[in-house]
């Protein structure tokens, strides 16, 4: 698919100095770097909390597989968010903005722009937390679309982000007054193109003096074709837990194998901005942090332990020494983090489940449909009909009722 893996790179780089974060720092304070492009996946978000996508066992697919849906796909497809939107929406109350505190690693984008070094962030996350932490919105495009903006799917008017967030977290199902149509975040589906930022943007990559690839496996596209479209004499680096793509076959890639906020402290290090990226995220601390938020949710359930339960269950023991000078087997803060994060992908698993059992009629509220208007201004706009899809087409008489009928309440 253009950037897969092919024979690594063997010989002497050509600009940096060497293939290590004292040589990526060198460049980037040097006058050769001013263009930096960043490329981040969901192994950015992960340290935050919100699971990826593709991770076997813990990734967001992986735990959908014991929900309701054909295959855990379904609940980013259009034709079948048109037939029951119900799981999408289920899922859009757990992820939504607000719930999530952005990392380290997200705090190093919004220094690439304080420095004037970023140019464009790509991101394929869908979770806003680049917003959250700061980075300028006019650097930042969100390849897979975000909850930053939401249109009806038939008509496109566009419509209040406090009304939208409003009735998800409620657990509404949101049509559009104007058309009918249902509502959703401009969250890119399968079978949606990307958007016209996207587009317009990826030119911008041939004048890159620096790519930094971060928390991805490059396994998308046209996302991950991005990383060929830099010169050849630019170099790319890669943040990840495991080799990705085609980074390694040019004289100038880097490879750097571990946890993202840990190597991006590393960088910072070298830079001389760790007092400052500390300094930054610190702010994030604004925001309701994860575990009070787990907590808070998870006393609202009765029949669910709290999540330091959960931790407790997940970390390896520390057992006492035995002996005076024994050294006693300690947990690692890597050890607890992923522990951590298990513990809230479980509980935001069994959050989306119960939301899809009372949508099904076996919870206790009675299900309901809201409508809202479009955004003040927007209603003179003439709307454009996108044609419905023969699959839209094919469905049953009986399914198009089921979509607006009482069964529409998460």
């Known amino acids: 698919m253009g950037n897969q893996l092919s024979e690594p790179y063997d010989g002497s780089p050509e600009v940096l100095e060497g293939r290590d974060v004292r040589s990526i720092a060198k460049y980037m304070k040097s006058s050769e770097c001013r263009r930096v492009f960043v490329m981040l996946g969901a192994g950015v978000s992960t340290a935050a909390g919100i699971p990826d996508f593709r991770s076997p066992g813990t990734g967001l697919y992986s735990n959908l597989q014991r929900l309701n849906l054909p295959y855990p796909e379904a609940v980013f497809e259009i034709n079948y968010f048109r037939e029951n939107p119900i799981p999408f929406y289920t899922l859009a109350r757990e992820l939504y903005p607000g719930r999530f505190r952005p990392t380290l690693t997200h705090t190093f984008v919004k220094l690439l722009a304080d420095h004037s070094l970023l140019d464009t962030c790509f991101t394929q996350n869908i979770d806003t937390l ?20 939401q249109h009806c799917i038939d008509c496109h008017l566009p419509f209040d982000g406090a009304k939208m967030r409003e009735a998800v977290l409620k657990g509404d199902i949101v049509r559009c007054s104007h058309c009918g149509g249902l509502v959703k975040p401009d969250i890119v589906f399968f079978g949606e193109p990307l958007p016209e930022a996207f587009h317009k943007t990826v030119p911008r990559l041939r004048g890159a003096d620096l790519l930094i690839v971060i928390g991805t496996s490059l396994t998308v596209h ?35 194998l571990g946890r993202c906020d840990e190597i991006v402290r590393d960088l910072c290090k070298e830079l001389g901005w760790e007092e400052e990226l500390d300094s930054e995220w610190s702010k994030t601390k604004l925001m309701q942090p994860l575990d009070e938020l787990a907590e808070s949710t998870l006393e609202a359930r009765e029949d669910h332990a709290p999540p330091t339960a959960d931790l407790a269950e997940a970390a390896p023991p520390v057992e006492p020494a035995a002996e005076a000078g024994e050294v006693a087997p300690t947990v690692t803060e890597a050890e607890i983090e ?23 009629g076996k919870g206790a509220h009675a299900p309901a449909t809201v409508t809202i208007t479009p955004e003040e201004g927007s209603a003179s706009v003439e709307p454009q009909p996108r044609e419905p899809s023969r699959e839209a087409d094919d469905a049953s008489s009986e399914g198009k009722k089921d979509t607006v009928s009482a069964n529409e309440k998460l």
């Open 338 to 360: 992923d522990a951590r994060v298990e513990a809230e992908v479980e509980t935001l698993t069994e959050q989306v489940e119960k939301g899809l059992e009372i949508s099904e």
């Open 130 to 149: 680049e917003r959250q932490a700061g980075v300028p919105a006019d650097r930042i495009v969100e390849a897979h679309g975000s909850f930053a903006s």
């Open 222 to 256: 046209p996302f991950a074709s991005l990383t060929t479209l830099v010169p050849e004499g630019c170099p790319r680096v890669l943040i990840n837990m495991d080799p990705a793509g085609d980074i390694g076959t040019r004289p100038d890639d880097v490879v750097l």
